[in-house]
C-alpha cells in the first residue's frame, strides 16, 4: 500500500508540475505577444511621423501596411494616399505600386492613362516589374498606339535586369522577328536564361530549339530534358512534343506507355492537334 501510495503521489506531483509548467508558458506567451504588440504600435507610431515629415520611404512602407493591414485597420484609401505621397517623391516602387491601382481601380478610379504614366515613371526609374507591363502595353496596344520597337525596348531592359517573363517574351519577339530582326541565337540565349529560371514556356521553346537546331546545334536529348521540365509544369505542348519523342525513341528510350500517357494529358489540356493525333495514335497510324 505504502509503495503504490508512493507512486500516486509522485504521478500527481508530475501532473501538478506538468500544469504549472504549460501554465507558465502561457503567461510567457501572453507577454511576448504584448510586447511584439507594444513594440509595432510604437514601429507604427515612429513610421506615421517619419511619413508626415515627408520621408518617401516610410510613405511608402505606411501605404504597405495600410494595404495589408499590418499593424493597422486595412485602408485602401489610405494606402493609395501615401503611396501617392512616396511616388511624387520619386520612389520607383510607389510609382509602380500606383500603376497598378490606378490600372485596377484598387483604392481610386480607374484611369488606365495615369496608370501608364506612373509606369512610365516607374520603369525609367529602373523597376523591371513595370518595364515588363509597359512592354506589354505597347505591344499590345493596350490604351496606348501598338508599337513593337517601344515594346522590344522595354522588355530588353527588363530582361537584362533577370525578369523571367520578360527574357521569355524577348525571345519570342527575337525568334519571329517582331519589332526587330529575327535573330535564333538571341532568341536561343533568351529562352535558355528563362527557362533555368523555371518558365515553362521558355522551357518549351528551348525545347523547340535543340530538336531542331534553331540557334544551337541539334541536340534531341536535351530537347527532351526541357520538354520534360515544361511538361512536368503542365504546359500542354511540350507535353504533346514529349510524347512524340517517347513515341519515337527520339533523344531518349522509346516508351509507348509514356508517350502515351503524355499524348492523353495534352489531349486532356485541349491542345490544338492533339486530338488528332491521340486517334491516329491509338489507330496505330501515327507516323
Known amino acids: 500500500m505504502c509503495l503504490n501510495f508512493t507512486i500516486f503521489f509522485c504521478s500527481k506531483l508530475r501532473i501538478f508540475e506538468a500544469i504549472k509548467l504549460t501554465q507558465m508558458r502561457k503567461v510567457f506567451l501572453i507577454v511576448m505577444l504584448l510586447w511584439v504588440h507594444l513594440f509595432n ?62 490600372s485596377n481601380g484598387y483604392g481610386v478610379t480607374k484611369d488606365k492613362q495615369k496608370a501608364i504614366d506612373w509606369y512610365h515613371k516607374s520603369a525609367e526609374n529602373g523597376v523591371a516589374t513595370a518595364q515588363y507591363n509597359l512592354g506589354v502595353i505597347y505591344y499590345n496596344g493596350y490604351d496606348v498606339p501598338q508599337d513593337y520597337q517601344e515594346a522590344f525596348r522595354w522588355f530588353k531592359m527588363s530582361s537584362e535586369k533577370g525578369l523571367g517573363k520578360a527574357q521569355s517574351t524577348l525571345a519570342g519577339m527575337y525568334y519571329t522577328g517582331t519589332g526587330i530582326t529575327s535573330d535564333y541565337k538571341k532568341a536561343f540565349y533568351w529562352y535558355q536564361k528563362s527557362a533555368e529560371q523555371g518558365f515553362a514556356d521558355a522551357q518549351y521553346n528551348l525545347g523547340v530549339m535543340y530538336e531542331n537546331g534553331y540557334g544551337v546545334s541539334q541536340d534531341k536529348e536535351q530537347a527532351v530534358f526541357w520538354y520534360k521540365k515544361s511538361a512536368e509544369q503542365g504546359y500542354g505542348e511540350a507535353q504533346l512534343n514529349l510524347g512524340s519523342m517517347y513515341y519515337f525513341g527520339h533523344g531518349t528510350p522509346m516508351d509507348r506507355k509514356k508517350s502515351a500517357y503524355w499524348m492523353r494529358k495534352a489531349k486532356e489540356q485541349g491542345v490544338r492537334q492533339a486530338n488528332e493525333i491521340w486517334e491516329k495514335y491509338q489507330l496505330g497510324q501515327y507516323e
Open 41 to 102: 504600435a510604437q514601429d507604427v507610431k515612429d513610421l506615421k511621423q517619419k511619413a508626415e515629415n515627408g520621408d518617401a520611404t516610410a510613405q511608402f512602407q505606411l501605404g504597405d501596411k495600410y494595404r495589408k493591414g499590418q499593424g493597422l485597420s486595412q485602408d485602401i484609401k489610405k494606402a493609395f494616399y501615401w503611396y501617392h505621397k512616396s511616388a511624387q517623391q520619386g520612389n520607383p516602387f510607389a510609382q509602380y505600386t500606383l500603376a497598378v491601382m490606378y
